[in-house]
């Protein structure tokens, strides 16, 4: 009888770790697929996507959370949205975060509409991937037992997570640093083309407005030969950080060359355009800028207004406005071409515009 009960207990030990050694191929496996997609994949989204995937397959969890901290911003992914007020609140406590968190929704964007509850009973694990200029942390509740093993795949999806996000995060600042004037932090003029293209081709697809203001500095030479090129910075960064200011979301500066800009203004009719600028170069010239502490000056601008018609693509949008702003220069600078006027239908100057027409 006992030689029987050893022979059944061998026998079911071996079964086991049979089943168990099938189970941890498997794992491995799936794994091994996963750690592919992730690698090959170029945006936060998509590798965040590909890593739940392959944790609800192995794990089957209960509760994925994904933290990043870029500066003065704490974007979270999370799936289910059911726990993310409890999740949120540990978040934002290992964060030392007190501001709003911009909660993304790993479920296809859905939110779940069940009541909020506590987290389920269970272990949440956190695990930090970066510490230093980005915070990133990766939490998950899983729904079944881990055994060894999984312990070792857990150690081997956050390294691969780690390199995967860190990698991200290097090409997001590397475009960055591309894209913006460093002076400045407006758009370069690389980036503006690109941009541009792009805004065209929207408008014309979808029927919509789309106007750009071209602007350039009054005598800008004069100031550095008089103040020195520190205080022509000076004014470059000031007069863009006012114009930031009164400008919509959605709209964006590009250094164009030198003290030339163009705003972009997606959506808008050539009057609201017109008026934006005229409202603009009233800010810059009653806005005087202080290049030093025992000196302010007082500066003005030139602009050109000009708006995509349907015939028309970037090439010809840019020489209207550069147009118009040649014309604003020669007539005397500090004013706006075409100008806004009341003025007669039937007798309107080429470079003049009726905001109302006289009857």
Request: charge should be neutral.
């Amino acid at each position: 009888m006992e030689l029987m009960l050893k022979k059944f207990f061998h026998q079911t030990s071996a079964a086991i770790n049979a089943v168990f050694s099938f189970a941890k191929n498997i794992d491995y496996k799936t794994l091994s697929q996963y750690i592919l997609e992730i690698n090959q994949m170029q945006d936060l989204d998509s590798i965040l996507h590909e890593a739940s995937k392959c944790l609800k397959e192995m794990l089957d969890y209960r509760l994925f959370a994904f933290a990043v901290q870029d500066g003065d911003s704490l974007d979270v992914w999370i799936d289910p949205t059911l726990y993310k007020k409890t999740i949120g609140n540990i978040i934002q406590k290992d964060f030392g975060y007190n501001g709003e968190l911009n909660i993304r929704h790993m479920n296809d964007g859905e939110e779940d509409v069940r009541n909020p509850d506590t987290l389920p009973s269970g272990d949440l694990m956190s695990y930090v991937l970066m510490e230093g200029k980005y915070m990133v942390r990766f939490y998950i509740l899983t729904g079944r037992r881990m055994l060894q093993y999984h312990c070792e795949i857990m150690n081997i999806i956050v390294k691969t997570l780690g390199i995967a996000v860190s990698n991200f995060m290097n090409l997001k600042n590397l475009e960055n640093v591309a894209a913006f004037d460093p002076l400045t932090n407006c758009y370069n003029r690389r980036e503006f083309s690109r941009l541009i293209e792009h805004n065209i081709a929207n408008a014309q697809r979808h029927g919509k407005d789309l106007s750009i203001i071209m602007f350039d500095m009054d005598h800008f030479k004069k100031i550095n030969d008089t103040y020195g090129h520190q205080a022509g910075d000076i004014v470059l960064k000031k007069v863009c950080h006012v114009i930031c200011s009164g400008i919509r979301k959605g709209d964006y500066l590009s250094r164009f060359g030198g003290e030339e800009f163009v705003l972009v203004l997606p959506d808008t009719k050539m009057t609201r355009a017109m008026e934006l600028a005229e409202r603009l170069r009233k800010t810059i010239e009653n806005h005087p800028i202080k290049i030093s502490e025992e000196r302010d000056i007082k500066v003005t601008a030139s602009f050109g207004v000009a708006s995509l018609r349907i015939d028309s693509g970037k090439d010809i949008l840019l020489n209207e406005v550069d147009a118009m702003l040649y014309k604003a220069k020669t007539s005397g600078r500090n004013t706006v071409m075409p100008r806004l006027k009341l003025c007669d239908f039937h007798a309107q100057p080429s470079e003049e515009i009726c905001l109302v027409t006289a009857s």
